[in-house]
């Protein structure tokens, strides 16, 4: 191989390599927009190595579901993708044949921008020829086929690439992406009270005012649960002189947490509800019903539970 033909396709692998690279950690980051930004590199590229005349759909219809590129004269259709799963594969030949669009173009392929599967076998609709062996392509498939050209398309490939080659990996944060990955670990695995500096200082105003309102409703929660303690220890006071009674509200405790119903220990402490009284707070003294409290704090919880995602998903749009 001529050196200077060894030189531009190393710098075309390198090029590559590294957009494979960056896809996949954006993946392992759960940022999965990758692939809408590299549609007009990849629809520049499969141009140039294949002679085709692509398009991207996705300019003139947003988000198109199914194909992203289209070359209607040589019939081809093109799925840029960052997901290499046999779910992704079949979910697009399906869709593909239901919208009919083999009648439009009689090649599908699905362009994976990560290391696609070593094979994929899958049970896919019959009315349309689709090789799962020659159609699904990633990058050391595209490589292939540019070792295969003339030296002049292979020059003007490397030249095309050291133009439209995206820059937006040089501006990647990866420190800042990382401290956003911890936020997110941390929210999930129930921390929200040691992430408060950083939420400060990497957030927008309004993740920020969701972030508080998730501490609100967990200390609300905290301040229940100490309220429901107390009321439990008051009444295991006065269930004192009747052991029997104590017995039975302690067994009740411990079966509605184990089957999660509750409807007989509310009715039991229903009985007890007006001779209980706690300090509810600094200037009031209130009979509680165990009841309404304790149902109170599990319809919080699942408030906590749904903030929690959508706090996440906020984060997440931060990190693109």
């Given amino acids: 191989m001529p050196l200077l033909r060894e030189q531009n396709i190393k710098y075309i692998i390198e090029k590559l390599a590294l957009l494979q ?165 941390q929210i999930q695995n129930g921390h929200e009270d040691e992430i408060k500096l950083e939420i400060e200082i990497l957030c927008s105003q309004k993740t920020k005012e969701e972030y508080f309102e998730l501490i609100e409703l967990l200390n609300r929660q905290v301040e229940c649960r100490d309220f429901l303690e107390e009321y439990v220890n008051i009444l295991l006071s006065i269930l004192s002189e009747e052991s029997w009674k104590k017995d039975e509200f302690e067994i009740l405790m411990a079966e509605s947490e184990q089957y999660d119903n509750y409807e007989q220990l509310y009715e039991f402490c229903d009985e007890y509800s007006i001779i209980v009284s706690l300090p509810y707070d600094a200037n009031i003294t209130k009979c509680i019903s165990y009841r309404v409290e304790h149902k109170a704090l599990i319809e919080r919880e699942n408030e906590i539970i749904k903030k929690r995602k959508e706090l996440v998903e906020l984060i997440k749009q931060e990190m693109k």
């Fill in 21 to 185: 690279y960056i896809v996949r950690l954006s993946n392992k980051q759960q940022l999965y927009d990758s692939a809408k930004e590299l549609e007009d590199f990849c629809m520049g590229l499969l141009n140039k190595i294949n002679d085709w005349n692509l398009k991207n759909l996705n300019n003139e219809n947003p988000n198109n579901p199914i194909i992203d590129l289209s070359d209607e004269v040589n019939k081809v259709a093109i799925q840029v993708t960052s997901d290499k799963s046999g779910n992704k594969v079949k979910e697009t030949v399906t869709a593909f044949v239901e919208k009919q669009l083999q009648n439009t173009y009689s090649r599908l392929i699905i362009l994976i921008l990560v290391q696609k599967q070593d094979r994929y076998s899958l049970m896919l609709p019959q009315t349309f020829n689709f090789s799962q062996k020659n159609d699904i392509w990633d990058y050391s498939d595209l490589i292939s086929k540019i070792k295969g050209l003339p030296p002049e398309k292979i020059i003007d490939i490397k030249n095309y690439i050291e133009i439209e080659f995206p820059t937006s990996e040089c501006k990647i944060d990866y420190e800042k992406l990382d401290r956003f990955k911890k936020i997110i670990n």
